[in-house]
Each structure stands twice: as C-alpha cells, then as structure tokens.
C-alpha cells in the first residue's frame, strides 16, 4: 500500500523529491532527480534528504517482500557528493528476515550516472503482523 502525498516519492506532493521506486524483481529501484530545493552545499543534495530517499526505497522492499514494517534505524554513508539535476539510482535488497525478532536486514546503494556509488545505507525494519493492519 501506498499513499499519492507521501512526503518523500508521493506523486500527489507538491514538495517531494522527483523519485519514481519500481520493482525489479526482487529489489527496488528508485530513481531520484534532487533540484535546487533540495540542495545543501552548492550544487549537492543536503544528506537529510538523501536518508530519507534511501528510507522510501528500502521501505519498498518489504512491500516486495510482503511484509508491513517500520524504519527501526537506517545508517547511511556518504561517499561522495549526491549531484542536483542528475538522475541518481537507489537501489535496494533485504539481506535477512527474522519473525522470532521481527525484524528485516535491507542495504542498498545510489549511484550516479557514472558508475560512482555516492552513498550507501543499511537498514532494520520492525515487522508488524499483517493483521495488526487489517489486511
């Protein structure tokens, strides 16, 4: 399930980042274009809102997964500077699932139009049963 005004990829927000997440299998991939909004020192995108690009598109995963869950932690590295202007490609993987501690292991990595990997991230993810939801 997703909402349209999400205040990160929700296409319905005036004020999101230009992110379009889509499956590829058993990963999601996230393509992000940050504008000058966006921007933290001169033509780089402020490392906030690159966590939380990194948290939308790692969330995905336990949608693939069909699993609900909410960010437990999410540890970024910034490893090169994220360009304003340029299409940047998160992509993201669960490592491990365990329901005895309900909780879910996801990485990913954004790189730029290059090659260069310009950030990575590590997250945990709280499972919810899925009829807490009602689903």
Do not use: K, Q
């Amino acid at each position: 399930m997703s909402f349209s005004d999400r205040p990160i990829s929700g296409p319905a927000n005036p004020s999101a980042v230009d992110l379009v997440i889509r499956r590829e299998g058993r990963e999601s991939v996230g393509v992000a274009t940050f504008d000058r909004r966006f921007e933290s020192s001169p033509g780089r995108v402020h490392g906030g809102i690159t966590a939380s690009v990194f948290d939308d598109v790692m969330g995905y995963v336990n949608v693939i997964e069909g699993v609900a869950a909410y960010t437990y932690e999410l540890t970024v590295r910034y490893l090169a500077g994220m360009p304003l202007a340029e299409p940047v490609v998160v992509r993201a993987r669960m490592d491990h699932c365990d329901w005895d501690r309900r909780r879910s292991t996801v990485t990913a990595e954004a790189t730029l139009a290059d090659g260069t990997v310009a950030a990575d991230a590590r997250a945990s993810f709280a499972l919810v049963p899925r009829e807490r939801f009602g689903l």
